[in-house]
């Protein structure tokens, strides 16, 4: 373990301030994802700022109909609330399908955002990955790449984000609030919060250097058929190889969103107007253009299944 300061902020804006004013800070929460990565030196902070005391802890009514989930929600009680589970409840479906309950009680709202990625070889330091050390190469590449990317990888990097919830936020067109050192806010769409790649994989969202997580905003409830499928190698404790958040409503229109399957929960707006001809048309169009290794090309016809069951099961609860 490599030696670092400690600080606890008393506001938002003096955590993000006091980042700004050493490099190598992080802010610490629930340090689920953090501590693992600092045991492992891929993560090395000089200073952690521990934002656990802030008063982000709360969800919201909004004056628009919609929710506002404090930045230090805990997973476990954002799944339990009874607002989540009756008018968000995909949300809350993708929550209990993550992690072990011990983690859920620990992970805040906005740490699963922005847990990183869980690519073997981005977790082995002794391997090539320009996430973890730019400009080093992808040691996936041409490697083992079963749980990798198909679609939105690059030639840099064929990782995939981790988070279950960040693809029910995506489904339900979250929104995520910040804060910024000289104590400006901000609200970005939970679409251009997740990065693609692209040449420079390790910037992974749209967060400048020392920008604060504070909440994120859920809009009125669209009703609908709510289903989280996840599909993994293990009952317990695994990241997807495969998940498919839907909201699907009586006439078959709805929003779809995939995990497991690219570097950023995948949403393609203008597919979702094939949800009517079935399965395979929605499929086609959600992943066109993808890049399947021979490894994880099963992907593209567990995706696909995984949309026929989906649309199957909304059809029978409708």
Request: aromatic share 4%; hydrophobic share 40%.
């Amino acid at each position: 373990m490599r030696p670092f300061n400690y600080l606890r902020a008393q506001s938002p804006a003096e955590a993000a301030s006091l980042s700004a004013q050493v490099h190598g800070s992080r802010f610490i929460a629930g340090g689920t994802n953090l501590l693992d990565l600092m045991k492992l030196d891929i993560e090395t902070p000089t200073q952690l700022i521990d934002v656990n005391h802030l008063a982000l802890d709360r969800i919201e009514a909004t004056p628009e109909g919609g929710l506002r989930i404090g930045a230090l929600v805990r997973n476990t009680d954002l799944a339990a609330d009874p607002r989540i589970r009756k008018d968000y409840a995909v949300l809350a479906r993708a929550l209990l399908a993550g992690a072990s309950g011990q983690l859920r009680n620990m992970a805040t709202t906005a740490g699963n955002l922005l847990q990183r990625t869980r690519c073997p070889y981005f977790y082995d330091t002794h391997q090539a990955c320009n996430k973890r050390q730019p400009g080093s190469g992808c040691a996936a590449i041409g490697g083992f790449s079963r749980q990798l990317g198909i679609i939105g990888v690059s030639d840099a990097c064929i990782a995939t984000h981790p988070s279950d919830m960040a693809v029910a936020m995506r489904a339900l067109d979250a929104h995520v609030e910040t804060v910024r050192p000289d104590g400006t806010t901000r609200v970005i769409a939970i679409t251009d919060l997740h990065r693609l790649p692209g040449n420079t994989p390790n910037i992974e969202t749209a967060l400048a250097p020392h920008e604060l997580i504070t909440a994120v905003t859920l809009p009125p409830p669209i009703g609908g058929t709510h289903i989280y499928q996840k599909v993994r190698d293990r009952a317990s404790y695994a990241f997807a190889l495969v998940s498919v958040a839907a909201v699907i409503q009586k006439d078959s229109s709805g929003r779809v969103a995939l995990g497991g399957v690219a570097p950023k929960p995948w949403r393609v707006e203008s597919a979702e107007t094939a949800m009517a001809k079935g399965a395979k048309a929605l499929s086609e169009q959600l992943l066109a253009g993808a890049t399947p290794t021979h490894e994880n090309a099963f992907k593209l016809t567990l995706v696909e299944r995984m949309l026929a069951s989906v649309m199957a099961q909304a059809r029978a609860q409708a």
